[in-house]
């Protein structure tokens, strides 16, 4: 069984400045792990996906996110906010023929 | 491309009525997913078919049936709503069901059942 949790409901940060958002993770195995974007009514985008490869997984828009298995985390991150990064953002792991999706980060960009 | 496409947008039932929601992909994807989205609580996963002709339950399959009519179209029906059935409805697919496997989603399908 898998589970993720997203440590903060809601994130404000001012436009230009950087961005973090917390996830961890729970596999009995080798996980893959996505992060997905909903913007105000449409559906979701996926911004990145770790599959075991590179630790390091950059995405769309400038995010970016590393897996630490040590920590079970997988964080995402992005040097600098823009106002249309304002959107809610779900942390996601792989199972074997679903998607376990945290409950969503809505992150807010104050001018 | 128009990806994963859902019918209708919008759908406003009262108690014990019954309704379907369409949902297509024209990517030629082998999987296709329903899930629900409530406040605070993410998506969960109310039926998946992992292949044409499969269906399984997921999460949250009460009050639930599904169809894959063909590869492209998998349809989700409530046989009589209720209150706790509002929210909103996305469908997904993938290449494969395997876990490496990116999902597309629909815009989604917002419901109220009063």
């Known amino acids: 069984a898998q589970s993720v949790t997203q440590l903060d409901s809601h994130v404000s940060v001012s436009e230009g400045t950087p961005v973090l958002l917390r996830c961890n993770y729970s596999s009995s195995y080798s996980p893959s792990l996505f992060w997905y974007v909903q913007h105000p009514n449409k559906g979701l985008q996926l911004l990145l996906k770790?599959?075991?490869?590179?630790?390091l997984v950059k995405g769309i828009n400038g995010f970016e996110a590393e897996f630490k298995k040590s920590e079970t985390s997988f964080h995402l991150t992005k040097p600098s906010a823009h106002m249309s990064d304002a959107a809610e953002y779900f942390c996601v792991v792989a199972g074997r023929r679903a998607l376990t999706f945290g409950s969503g980060t809505r992150l807010q960009v104050q001018p | 491309n128009a990806g994963v496409t859902q019918t209708p947008k919008f759908q406003v039932l009262k108690t014990g009525q019954s309704m379907t929601l369409q949902c297509a992909q024209d990517?030629?994807?082998?999987?296709m997913y329903w899930y629900r989205q409530d406040p605070g609580m993410g998506l969960r996963l109310i039926y998946y078919s992992a292949s044409e002709g499969t269906t399984d339950k997921g999460e949250v399959p009460n009050g639930y049936n599904v169809s894959r009519l063909n590869k492209r179209e998998f349809s989700l029906r409530l046989e009589s709503a209720a209150p706790s059935q509002t929210s909103v409805y996305f469908c997904?697919?993938?290449?494969?069901?395997?876990?490496?496997?990116?999902?597309?989603f629909g815009p989604g399908t917002r419901l109220t059942v009063l």
């Open positions: 990517m030629n994807h082998n999987s």
């Open positions: 770790y599959t075991s490869a590179a630790t």
């Open positions: 997904a697919s993938s290449e494969w069901s395997s876990s490496y496997n990116e999902q597309f």
